[in-house]
């Protein structure tokens, strides 16, 4: 799930309680001190795949029509990422996360809601997007956001802070 008790428990007991001809699949460790699945545990249109192993991800992203990103909005997740976003944006996923800034300049590949309503309009908007969209558009902002990327550009910044290397 999410760490920092950021996985948003209310909203998906909301989401799941109110739209119960939609399916939810959670994936992940289900603990944390203030994370509360009682609710979740208890409806039928919601199954626990619990922890999956690196490699089984993609099997369990396969049957997806789209994917989740469910933050409580505290005041860490204003400025949080999730590297998730882009194992989603790799397998061409629509994805509806929580609004933070940190996604805004992914916000033509990923729908953003700033609260349970807009979640859940955001998720339909995703459901009735044609599959060919925006697939491609999303795999290859992916393929521009790999590790070696992320180094080479702190790297980059770094030396230019440094006294005496080259900006």
Do not use: H
């Not at 029509?65 to 998730?84: G, M, N, Q, Y």
């Not at 882009?86 to 809601?113: Q, S």
């Not at 309009?121 to 995703?126: H, S």
Request: glycine share 4%.
């Amino acid at each position: 799930m999410m760490t920092r008790n950021s996985f948003d428990s209310n909203l998906m007991d909301w989401l799941a309680d109110r739209r119960s001809d939609w399916s939810f699949v959670i994936v992940g460790k289900q603990e944390g001190p203030s994370v509360d699945l009682a609710k979740l545990q208890r409806l039928s249109n919601v199954t626990f795949l619990g922890y999956r192993p690196l490699a089984d991800l993609p099997k369990c992203l396969a049957g997806m029509d789209v994917c989740l990103i469910p933050w409580a909005p505290t005041e860490w997740v204003k400025s949080a990422f999730s590297l998730k976003l882009f194992e989603y944006l790799a397998a061409g996923k629509p994805v509806v996360a929580r609004w933070t800034e940190e996604y805004l300049p992914y916000k033509d590949l990923v729908y953003l809601a700033k609260d349970n309503a807009e979640f859940e309009q955001c998720i339909e908007r995703a459901l009735r997007e044609a599959p060919e969209d925006r697939t491609v558009a999303r795999m290859r902002c992916a393929q521009a956001n790999t590790w070696e990327d992320r180094v080479r550009d702190f790297s980059k910044i770094i030396r230019g802070a440094l006294p005496g290397t080259a900006r």
